[in-house]
């Protein structure tokens, strides 16, 4: 692994307070922490106390006192750590850091807010101190990393991989600051050789790496090839395909943005990749042409003949979260019945812009038209929790002449409304009779039900279950609903009993 | 009646009902959909162990925001047979909302967790059968 050459003490300084912001923290953040950092950076003012700060404030607080932001701490709340030696060894900064994070921790639940802000800035400090002070922190990271035996496992972030995960974060930042700088490219790129071949090793070395790399500007020309054989494992299913399309994604964006490929080259590299056997080759090649305009309709037309239904709606999951929503939106109509139901990618674009979905159901209602998409529109911006999402479903209930759209439309407000709305609408619909000549939809009243479970009271739940008893339910639907009224009604007949009136 | 008017009616009225059946009948049959579980957008976290509905859910790092749960379920498709498709239930959708939880969100989410938050039905999806046409 690359190591870089020892750099002056003010590139150091700066660095730091720009790895701070490489960590996506917030900038109002940022602001109050620089000061810290600067005071903190060892060689600039060791650990010792700041002469200059109150007597009854911490070194960091008088430090913090520049910043608007920083909060005015007790003297009780001062964390101990200003006052120790900067670390000797890497292994022993990451401790240290991870100590720092255990007494926020302690901090946080005790809820002393203002001492546990003060410690969470003091592990920015030291953070940005590790990483001034190990050119090759990256390196180290990486091969801690690399060498547990099960990182990550248990799902927890444990402090120690969290802390060596951003140091990975931010060495990537680090040296493309130095190359964007007029620094040589060489040390990131060979880093970023590193992230790449070290993420075979777990999924957990995966995520690792995905979190460094997609998305972000550091994939080049240099990493192609090593891009192109994680692709390749993932077509053999030895390495999450999501994260290979993700990379190849990333790279081919980054090629496009620095000149590297220009975008005819891309799109006939893409154009190539639409009829491979590769699924996150054929994945990332119709994304990347589905931006284009000038490419929607060949690849919307490839899609619409694939006979592999599982792949469109992968595609269809990328469009909604990764183009513009309201060219997603277009995108999932032109698919049409190549995709189905997709209510997921509906879900995502919900989430992103429940208006701009709002607005697409509420042109079809007013043409009448495509009522299977009506129904994934009112799903996706339905069950987002918002007021456009209510809006929607109320006017999918009152109006909408689909029963399916209305069906939909009563799941959305009985996940969503307050309960007594949420307890009529089902009435409303269970007394619909085009809604509930169908057994489905029957079911599906049931199944919406089960969302008022833990918040309406027994009396609804009641008047409730017995009307929907009264429709013709599967024997699915009847079990179903006698659960509910055992789980719901105290002292009212059991599951036997309901289904046998 | 004379036995050949009886036997010319009998026979026409067959034809009749067999021309109608054809006619009325769809065609159609039931195309298995597996079930499937897709995650939603994901926040910077870490990652997520669930388990729940007969299902396990896991990411090594990141927090999806949502899952979407697509029960195993039918589509009516057309058929090369005299066949039609019935409705025999339906089975629900369900969509499970997941929180990242940091014991400490200040700056840097140093210890954080997926934590699960809640579930709901949000699809009804049918369960079909396929059936021969009446009179095939």
């Known amino acids: 692994m690359a190591a870089l050459p020892p750099r002056h003490e003010g590139s150091r300084r700066r660095d730091a307070a720009r790895l701070l912001g490489a960590v996506a923290l917030p900038p109002a953040a940022i602001a109050a922490a620089l000061a810290l950092i600067v005071a903190a950076t060892p060689t600039a003012a060791p650990d010792a106390p700041a002469a200059s700060a109150p007597h009854d404030a911490p070194p960091a607080a008088a430090a913090a006192g520049a910043a608007p932001a920083a909060p005015t701490l007790p003297r009780e709340a001062a964390p101990p750590a200003t006052t120790q030696p900067p670390a000797a060894s890497f292994d022993e900064a990451v401790a240290e850091l991870v100590a720092i994070g255990q007494r926020t921790a302690a901090f946080a639940q005790d809820d002393d807010h203002a001492a546990a802000s003060a410690s969470d800035q003091l592990a920015r400090a030291r953070f940005a101190a590790l990483m001034a002070g190990f050119p090759d922190a990256g390196e180290q990271a990486l091969r801690r990393l690399v060498a547990a035996a099960t990182p990550l496992a248990h799902g927890l972030v444990q402090g120690r991989d969290f802390v060596l995960q951003l140091v990975v974060v931010a060495e990537c930042a680090r040296r493309a600051d130095d190359a964007d700088d007029g620094g040589a490219r060489a040390p990131l790129e060979h880093f970023v050789h590193d992230v790449l071949a070290a993420m075979p090793a777990s999924p957990a070395m995966a995520a690792v790496g995905a979190r460094a790399l997609v998305r972000q500007p550091h994939l080049r020309l240099a990493h192609e090839s090593a891009v192109l054989g994680l692709v390749e494992l993932a077509g053999a299913e030895q390495f999450p395909r999501e994260v290979a399309t993700g990379l190849l994604l990333t790279l081919w964006d980054n090629l496009e943005r620095h000149g590297e490929r220009s975008s005819d080259a891309l799109a006939a590299l893409a154009l190539l990749l639409l009829d491979g056997k590769d699924g996150s080759q054929r994945a990332a090649a119709c994304r990347h042409l589905l931006r284009e305009a000038r490419y929607r309709a060949l690849v919307v037309d490839a899609l619409r003949r694939s006979a592999d239904r599982g792949f469109v709606r992968e595609v269809a999951s990328l469009v909604a979260s990764d183009l513009p929503v309201d060219d997603a939106l277009g995108v999932l109509a032109d698919l049409g019945p190549a995709l189905g139901r997709a209510p997921h990618a509906y879900l995502v674009c919900g989430h992103r812009a429940p208006d701009a979905v709002a607005d697409a159901y509420r042109r079809l209602l007013a043409d009448d038209v495509q009522p299977e998409r009506r129904v994934d529109l009112v799903a996706g911006v339905g069950m987002v929790r918002s007021p456009t999402g209510l809006d929607v479903a109320r006017t999918a209930l009152a109006h909408d002449r689909s029963p399916e759209v209305r069906l939909q439309a009563v799941f959305a407000l009985t996940a969503n409304a307050d309960p007594e709305t949420a307890m009529a609408a089902l009435l409303q619909a269970a007394d619909d009779v085009e809604l509930t000549a169908a057994r489905t939809r029957c079911d599906g009243l049931v199944f919406a039900l089960g969302n008022l479970e833990r918040q309406a009271d027994a009396a609804a739940m009641d008047r409730a279950t017995r009307r929907l008893d009264a429709l013709s339910l599967s024997a699915d639907g009847r079990a179903k609903l006698a659960a509910l009224r055992e789980r719901t009604v105290p002292g009212e007949p059991t599951a036997a009993g309901a289904g046998s009136r | ?136």
């Open chain 2, 1 to 136: 009646m004379p036995i050949r008017l009886v036997t010319a009616s009998c026979l026409a009225l067959l034809f009749a009902a067999a021309a109608a059946a054809q006619k009325s009948c769809p065609r159609t049959r039931a195309e298995r959909i597996a079930g499937s579980e897709q995650y939603g957008p994901s926040a910077s976290c870490s990652g997520l162990v669930f388990s729940g509905h007969g299902i396990k859910l896991s990411t090594a790092t990141g927090c999806p925001l949502f899952v979407t749960l697509i029960p195993e379920h039918h589509d009516v498709v057309p058929s090369e047979s005299a066949t039609r498709v019935e409705p025999m239930g339906a089975r629900e959708g369900r969509i499970l909302f997941f929180t990242c939880q940091t014991d400490y969100l200040i700056v840097i989410p140093w210890g954080s967790v997926c934590v699960f938050e809640r579930d709901l039905a949000w699809g009804s999806y049918p369960v079909l059968a396929t059936l021969p046409c009446e009179g095939q």
